[in-house]
């Protein structure tokens, strides 16, 4: 038994009471990251092209009506050890085109052969012992397509506002947070190049007209959250005189 089978029924309330200092609803969190992956892509015209999207930890499924709305050519996957959640992904995901939900048990590889071109990770980490860290990346690692982009999103333990509502957050009683640059050597251990990492979150709703300026403050390790956007593609060898 996974420990978010016990949550799995009350995420969504006790997410709200948990954000409710920040102004905005958790819906807005879910879609802002499928938002910031679709901005990155876009940039690159590779958003709306045909492409599959994992959404490893993908909890109860409240970011594939995103990830489909969003990407509308891609098929999406999402995977969690809480069969609990899988079992409310599928219902409260009924009828949503594109998607479907795996179970997988913990400490055990993933159980399908599927490569991905987005591997999307969201808040997960930090509820997994970091011994298990490099592993777990190198798995996700050996699933990826040759151009494909690996996006985790973590919070920021540099933003003591994150640490205020992770310390009083239930479902994060286990969490210990991923310091963004052991985050950047964490996947470079685990064999990823292209490793970029870009802080987000800086505004409460109160201030949320000044979010369109948040791309420009991605290098400032004080937004509330961060992530890490990394590929496979292989360094080009260097010639030796």
Known sequence: MSEFDKYALDYNQMHAENVKSSGYEPAFFDEYKVKEIYRVLSAENRADKPMSILNFGCGIGKSEPFLVQYFTKADVLG?????????????NNQGLERARFEHFEEGKSLPFNDVFDIIFIANVFHHIPRKFHKEILADLRSRL???????????????????HTVNHCPFDADAVLLNPFYSV?????????????????????????LRRFEPLLSWLPLGAQYYIRAGKRQQPSRRLN
């Open 185 to 209: 050597t964490l996947f470079r251990s685990a064999g990823f190049t292209e490793v970029k990492r870009k802080f987000t979150l800086f505004f409460p709703s109160l201030f949320g007209v």
């Open 79 to 91: 995977c969690d050890v809480s069969a609990e959640s899988i079992n409310i992904a599928r219902q």
């Open 145 to 163: 397509a040759s151009d494909g982009s690996v996006f985790m999103f973590e919070h920021n333990p540099l933003n003591p506002l994150t640490v």
